[in-house]
Nanobody
Framework: QLQVVESGGGLVQPGGSLRLSCKVS????????VAWFRQAPGKEREGISC????????NYADSVRGRFTISRDDAENTVDLQMTGLKPDDTAVYYC????????????????WGQGTQVTVSS
């Protein structure tokens, strides 16, 4: 069964850091690409970062570039999102999604989604 499960959300002060983790199961170790998305209340879903199956192609949305870093560990079947310099505007539910197809920041191209993890940036 194809599945992804997010973890690591929480409450953090502005300027702080959090690390989200996405555990992937049911796919072959290097046969999937992963992206992180987020959705804030009243806003559209935003693709923020993705990494290809090989790990050689990584992309970031302008809103997080330079602050967030995506990485994958195929031995553990995890894809992490290290978030630094967090701002109140980063408050959202963060979702991990996986695909065996092309890895992009377009949510409609992803086959398997997690349940989401809440990130709240507030003082």
């Amino acid at each position: 069964q194809l599945q992804v499960v997010e973890s690591g959300g929480g409450l953090v002060q502005p300027g702080g850091s959090l690390r989200l983790s996405c555990k992937v199961s049911g796919f072959t170790a290097d046969g999937y690409g992963v992206a992180w998305f987020r959705q804030a209340p009243g806003k559209e879903r935003e693709g923020i970062s993705c990494v290809s199956s090989s790990g050689n192609s990584i992309n970031y949305a302008d809103s997080v570039r330079g602050r967030f870093t995506i990485s994958r560990d195929d031995a553990e079947n995890t894809v992490d999102l290290q978030m630094t310099g967090l701002k109140p505007d980063d408050t959202a539910v963060y979702y991990c999604a996986a695909t065996i197809g092309i890895t992009t920041l377009i949510g409609e191209l992803y086959d398997v989604w997690g349940q989401g993890t809440q990130v709240t940036v507030s003082s």
